[in-house]
C-alpha cells in the first residue's frame, strides 16, 4: 500500500475494518497504528502494523505472486519481534492477485519453525460484502475477484452502495479507503469514473439501478424503450461505455442502439 498518501486515522479504520471483516479478530478500544519503518540492510515499510492490547497484527497486501514473499515475512516478523518481544505476534498476508497464488507460507528448516497466513480474496464472496449493510464491508469488496461480472459496473455498485449508507463525511472517508485499494488492483481508472457517474442524479436521469444480488445481473431494465436508448446513449458517449456491455444490461438490439447513437450525433 501507498502509505504516503495515507492519514494514520485512515489507516485505523483500515485496519479495524480488515480485522473485522475478513480475519475476524475483536479489536480493542484502545488498538494504535504503529507508523514505523523497519531498517537494516535496506528500508523496507510493513503495509501495516498495530496494536490491539497484548498483540502485535501486522498486514500485508499482496497483489502479484513473490518468490521469496515467506522470506520477507519473516524479516519483519523479526525485526517487529525485536522492538516489541513482549507481544504476541501475528501476520497476515492478504492476497489480491489475478493468478492462483502460489506463494508459501512457512519456513521450516534448521531450527526454524516459523509460519503465517495467506488470506486468498479470491476464495471471499464479493457479493456478500456489497450486499452488506457496514460501509466498511462495502469498502473491501474492491478487493476481492469480481469472476465474470463487469469490473466498471461492480466498482459503481460498490460507489452506489456506499452513498446509500453513509452521510457525506463518511462517504468522503470511504472514498479514500477505495482510492488506496484500487492501487492495489490496479482500479484507479474505473474509480474515477465510478465517481463521476455517480455525480450524475441517478433517480432523475436512471442509469441503471446499481446493486448486486446473489444469482442476478448487476443492474435492472429500465421501463420504457426510449428511455433505454437515452440512458444506454448517455453512458456510451459520456462515459465511455462498451456499446456490447450497455446493450446486454439494457437488453438492446446492438444494431438499433448504434442507430440510436449515430442519429444524436
Excluded at 537494516?40 to 515499510?45: A, G, S, T
Excluded at 522492538?83 to 497464488?101: H, N
Excluded at 470511504?174 to 474505473?190: D, P, V
Excluded at 441517478?202 to 420504457?224: A, C, D, N, S, W
Amino acid at each position: 500500500m501507498k502509505k504516503d498518501l495515507v492519514s494514520k486515522d485512515l489507516l485505523k479504520t483500515m485496519a479495524r475494518d480488515i480485522s473485522k471483516h475478513i480475519l475476524h479478530i475483536d479489536i480493542k478500544d484502545d488498538m494504535e497504528i504503529i507508523d514505523k519503518e523497519f531498517v537494516r540492510i535496506e528500508k523496507r515499510d510493513a503495509d501495516l502494523v498495530f496494536k490491539n492490547g497484548k498483540e502485535l497484527i501486522h498486514i500485508e497486501i499482496q497483489n502479484d505472486n513473490h518468490k521469496k514473499m515467506h522470506l520477507r515475512m519473516h524479516r519483519y516478523y523479526s525485526d517487529i519481534l525485536f522492538e516489541y518481544e513482549d507481544y504476541k505476534i501475528s501476520q497476515y498476508l492478504l492476497y489480491i492477485g489475478k493468478y492462483k497464488c502460489s506463494m508459501i507460507s512457512q519456513i521450516k528448516r534448521d531450527k526454524i519453525d516459523y509460519s503465517y497466513d495467506i488470506i486468498n480474496f479470491k476464495d471471499l464472496d464479493c457479493q456478500e460484502l456489497i450486499n452488506s449493510d457496514d460501509p466498511s464491508a462495502v469498502t473491501l469488496a474492491i478487493l476481492c475477484d469480481f469472476k465474470d461480472l463487469d469490473t466498471q459496473l461492480v466498482v459503481n455498485s460498490i460507489l452506489k452502495k456506499l452513498k446509500e449508507l453513509s452521510d457525506e463525511r463518511d462517504y468522503e472517508k470511504y472514498l479514500r479507503a477505495l482510492n488506496l485499494y484500487s492501487l492495489n488492483r490496479n482500479l484507479e481508472k474505473e474509480l474515477k469514473k465510478g465517481v463521476e457517474m455517480l455525480r450524475v442524479d441517478m433517480e432523475k436521469t436512471p442509469f441503471y439501478q446499481l446493486g448486486v444480488e446473489r444469482g442476478e445481473k448487476i443492474g435492472e431494465k429500465i421501463g420504457q424503450k426510449n428511455t433505454s436508448l437515452n440512458n444506454a446513449y448517455i453512458m456510451i458517449t459520456k462515459f465511455g461505455m462498451e456499446v456490447d456491455t450497455i446493450g446486454k444490461e439494457f437488453n438492446l438490439n446492438k444494431d438499433e442502439l448504434l442507430k440510436y447513437i449515430e442519429s444524436k450525433k
